[in-house]
């Protein structure tokens, strides 16, 4: 049995690769479900902060900040200098106007 076990494996090792015949794939993805609420500034905010992750980055932060302004400047200045966003400084009031007003 074992023998035979051997064989059939060195036969297989002896084949070489086995050519496979790659077919495309293709699947649909689910409907994007988050969105950005609406407001003014959404297309500046669509353009800034949709490139590395979803609205509900956005959508699930914690509410009731003391401070709406404060919290969603400091998120802001996070992505640009610790995630790297490149957001033009001119934008960045914009952005936070809407995140403030919306969120
Ligand atoms: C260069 C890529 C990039 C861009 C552009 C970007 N983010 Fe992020 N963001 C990240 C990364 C990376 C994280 C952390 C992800 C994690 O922890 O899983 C994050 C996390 C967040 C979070 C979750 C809380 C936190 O502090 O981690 C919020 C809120 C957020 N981003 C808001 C924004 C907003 C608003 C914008 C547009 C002004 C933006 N992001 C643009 C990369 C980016």
Request: aromatic share 8%; charged share 15%; with cysteine.
């Amino acid at each position: 049995m074992r023998a035979r076990l051997l064989h059939l494996l060195l036969a297989a090792a002896t084949l070489g690769p086995i050519p496979v015949l790659a077919s495309p794939i293709s699947y649909a993805l689910p409907a994007e479900t988050a969105a950005f609420k609406p407001g003014p500034n959404l297309d500046v905010v669509k353009n800034n902060c949709s490139a590395c992750h979803s609205a509900d980055y956005v959508s699930t932060q914690p509410r009731g900040a003391k401070d709406k302004r404060a919290f969603w400047q400091a998120e802001v200045t996070k992505m640009i200098k610790v995630y790297g966003a490149p957001i033009a400084d001119t934008d960045v009031a914009g952005i936070v106007d809407y995140l403030a007003t919306a969120y």
